[in-house]
C-alpha cells in the first residue's frame, strides 16, 4: 500500500513538472514548426553543459526518440521508438552523421534491418529480416 502511494506521489510531481515546461513542436526533420504541423515536441531545457540529452515525445506524449547533443551536433547513443513505446531503431552519431551499427525493429522486437554506417553512408552488407 504505502509503495502504491509512493508511486503515485511521485507520478505526480513528474506530470506536473512536464505540463509547466514551455514545449517547442518539431516536424520529422526536427525543425521547429506550429503545433497543427508538428509531428513531435521537446521541452525547453537549460543547457548547462557541453553534452546534454534530448528526448522528443509523440503528440499523444510517448517518447518518441532520445539522443545526446554535444556542441549542437547529435553526439552518442541515438533511440527512437514506436508509438506504443516499443524500440523502433538504435544506433549512434558521431559529429551529426551515423555512425556504426545500426538496427530496425519490427513492433514485435525482432530485427527488422541491421546494418553500418560510416560517415553518415551506408556502408558493407545491410541484412533485412522477414
Known amino acids: 500500500m504505502k509503495s502504491i502511494f509512493l508511486f503515485l506521489a511521485f507520478s505526480l510531481l513528474f506530470f506536473s513538472a512536464l505540463?509547466?515546461?514551455e514545449k517547442t513542436w518539431l516536424d520529422a526533420q526536427g525543425n521547429t514548426v506550429f503545433e497543427e504541423d508538428a509531428?513531435?515536441?521537446?521541452?525547453?531545457?537549460?543547457?548547462d553543459s557541453e553534452k546534454y540529452a534530448i528526448v522528443h515525445y509523440y503528440k499523444i506524449g510517448a517518447i518518441a526518440e532520445e539522443f545526446t547533443?554535444?556542441?549542437?551536433?547529435?553526439?552518442?547513443?541515438?533511440?527512437?521508438?514506436?508509438?506504443?513505446?516499443?524500440?523502433?531503431?538504435?544506433?549512434?552519431?558521431?559529429?551529426?552523421?551515423?555512425?556504426?551499427?545500426?538496427?530496425?525493429?519490427?513492433?514485435?522486437?525482432k530485427i527488422k534491418?541491421?546494418?553500418?554506417?560510416?560517415?553518415?553512408?551506408k556502408v558493407g552488407v545491410w541484412k533485412t529480416f522477414y
Open 19 to 21: 505540463v509547466g515546461q
Open 39 to 47: 509531428v513531435y515536441f521537446t521541452f525547453d531545457k537549460v543547457k
Open 69 to 109: 547533443m554535444s556542441f549542437k551536433n547529435k553526439e552518442g547513443k541515438f533511440i527512437a521508438y514506436y508509438v506504443t513505446g516499443e524500440v523502433k531503431t538504435t544506433g549512434k552519431y558521431t559529429n551529426n552523421l551515423k555512425d556504426g551499427v545500426w538496427k530496425s525493429y519490427y513492433r514485435t522486437g
Open 113 to 121: 534491418e541491421k546494418g553500418r554506417y560510416k560517415n553518415g553512408e
